[in-house]
């Protein structure tokens, strides 16, 4: 029973408010441009993936962005897609040279942003309006083409 309740009190751990400010991405060591500052005049909304090669379901629905960068942030004004790798610079590295600039991509090497997100698991994507708040969260196999285009 204590594993149980220890199990699921990780699980709400890393769980942000819907509607919450999210942190700032402090620390990040970018290979790419910053992402343009949510909640600012020129913000728009984004998706943070939080990313690690060596997480089976990680890798398996990283292809998933390929299609949603297609269809939500291929014009100057969609979607921003800002991914986060946990301390591995070389996987960083080959995702930029595979994707060059189409997504933020940002290295964490000392799991600084991964704590201010309270990351305890992956795979963790959330969806950010344009105004800096948590509109969705979750697993990026379950991010559904309703919520990105309700964000706003």
């Known amino acids: 029973m204590s594993l149980f309740l220890l199990a699921a009190g990780a699980a709400r751990a890393q769980k942000m408010v819907i509607g919450s400010r999210i942190p700032d991405f402090k620390g990040v060591q970018w290979l790419t441009t910053m992402p343009e500052g949510a909640g600012s005049e020129h913000s728009r909304p984004m ?40 301390q591995d610079r070389s996987c960083a590295e080959q995702l930029h040279q595979k994707y060059n600039d189409r997504y933020f991509i940002g290295i ?37 083409d309703e919520v990105l285009r309700k964000v706003k």
């Open 108 to 144: 964490d090497p000392d799991g600084q942003v991964y704590r201010a997100f309270n990351v305890q698991f992956l795979p963790y994507t959330l969806v950010v309006s344009s105004r800096g708040e948590v509109y969705w969260q979750g697993n990026l196999g379950n991010l559904s």
């Open 47 to 86: 998706i943070i993936e939080f990313y690690q090669p060596s997480n089976a379901s990680s890798a398996r629905f990283f292809p998933k962005l390929e299609t949603i960068w297609q269809t939500y942030a291929s014009e100057d004004d969609g979607l921003q897609i800002v991914v986060l790798v946990a």
